[in-house]
């Protein structure tokens, strides 16, 4: 079934670090492509989007680029700041379009 | 324009109580649903709906049961707590789930511990 894999954390950066966070996936067809931040004691909220092959998202100053030829959705950042602490969770459509099924979460820690 | 709202926000309960978790939304969105997350698991999906009277069962409802009589209300019901359903629930709606669309809008969770 069509599942997501994110990078394992904790990561922890200094500020103005560079911030990759590695996410896979595997769907059947091109389904959209979406990354969520939790930010300590809140609900999830979508960081940014991607609906279809080679569209790059970008909010906030996080990109990610829809890669099908190598299934994934990488979130970046060139200068992460303290307030970017939070939990990335990496997510697509269930094949039934019904639901989201989330990566496990990958938590971030920046120190300044 | 409040989004989702979920109430409680912290609950203890004994094993063996019942209880509802309740959760609005006032974007008239059809979609909403149940997800719980546990440390290092991601979120789960509980329960959805796609309308008002039309409910199913996601990857995780054993234990749970909910209803949907309006658009804007879906609450969770727990009748018999166990330790195993110690969680943060959060509750989510959508417009246009799936292909193209798919933007969930969650609420602030409820976080229940069951001892």
């Known amino acids: 079934g069509d599942s997501v894999t994110q990078m394992e954390g904790p990561v922890t950066l200094s500020e103005e670090a560079f911030l990759t966070i590695n996410c896979t996936y595997t769907?059947?067809?091109?389904?959209?492509l979406f990354w969520y931040v939790q930010y300590p004691g809140e609900g999830l909220q979508l960081l940014l989007k991607?609906?279809?092959?080679?569209d790059k998202g970008s909010n906030k100053g996080f990109e990610a680029t829809y890669r099908k030829e190598t299934t994934s959705f990488h979130l970046e950042k060139g200068s992460v700041q303290v307030s970017d602490s939070a939990v990335y969770f990496c997510?697509?459509?269930?094949?039934?379009?019904?639901?989201?099924?989330f990566g496990k979460g990958t938590t971030l820690s920046v120190s300044s | 324009n409040a989004g989702v709202t979920q109430t409680p926000k912290f609950r203890i309960l004994k094993i063996g109580q019942s209880m509802t978790l309740q959760c609005t939304q006032d974007?008239?969105?059809?979609?909403m649903y149940w997800y719980r997350q546990d440390p290092g698991m991601g979120l789960k999906l509980i329960y959805y709906?796609?309308?008002?009277?039309?409910?199913d069962k996601g990857e995780v409802p054993n234990g749970y049961n909910v209803s949907r009589s309006t658009t804007e209300d879906f609450p969770l019901r727990l009748e018999l707590a166990a330790p195993s359903q110690t969680s943060v629930y959060f509750c989510?709606?959508?417009?246009?789930?799936?292909?193209?669309?798919?933007?969930?809008?969650f609420g602030p969770g409820t976080r229940l511990t069951v001892t």
């Open positions: 989510a709606s959508s417009p246009q789930p799936g292909q193209g669309g798919g933007e969930q809008y």
């Open positions: 769907a059947t067809g091109y389904p959209s």
């Open positions: 991607a609906t279809k092959a080679d």
């Open positions: 997510a697509l459509p269930n094949q039934a379009g019904t639901a989201l099924i």
């Open positions: 974007m008239n969105h059809n979609y």
């Open positions: 709906s796609v309308g008002a009277g039309i409910t």
